[in-house]
């Protein structure tokens, strides 16, 4: 394999991986992503997935490890989510408040529509011989 990588870089090498980048492709594939020599696994970037590295893994693991995700009620302790849990109750009521008085506005006009209905209908009672 190494013979086909060699004149691969002859004809692409200028190109290949990331020239100006800090570190090489080979560097980035040894340090980030282990699992594919260690598996022996032929890897084409961005075939419709791409890969997550181990730093990102990583950082997820610290994320996850040192936050709470949850409830957000429990942010309450958090002097510094105080805020954002009353700006989140207030966006909640906001909405709430658009949709019952959208609520309100379509019952009014559905009374309207029954008493213009009912005098309509009284109308043509008035005017029809139903006999005695």
Do not use: N
């Given at each position: 394999m190494e013979a086909a990588k060699e004149e691969f870089l002859k004809e692409f090498g200028e190109d290949y991986g990331y020239p100006n980048?800090?570190?090489s492709i080979d560097d980035i594939r040894a340090t980030e992503f282990k699992r594919l020599d260690q598996n022996g696994i032929v890897y084409l970037d961005h075939a419709g997935?791409?890969?997550?590295?181990?730093?990102?893994?990583?950082?997820?693991?610290?994320?996850?490890?040192?936050?709470v995700y949850g409830n957000p009620r429990i942010l309450l302790f958090k002097k510094k989510k105080r805020l954002f849990i009353s700006l989140l109750q207030l966006g909640i009521?906001?909405?709430?408040?658009?949709?019952?008085?959208?609520?309100?506005?379509?019952?009014?006009?559905?009374?309207?529509?029954?008493?213009?209905?009912?005098g309509l209908l009284l109308l043509i009672a008035a005017g029809t011989d139903l006999g005695d």
């Open positions: 980048g800090p570190k997935a791409t890969l997550y590295s181990e730093l990102q893994m990583e950082a997820i693991f610290k994320d996850l490890t040192s936050s009521m906001l909405v709430l408040l658009h949709h019952v008085s959208r609520f309100i506005s379509l019952i009014k006009v559905l009374v309207g529509y029954i008493i213009t209905l009912m």
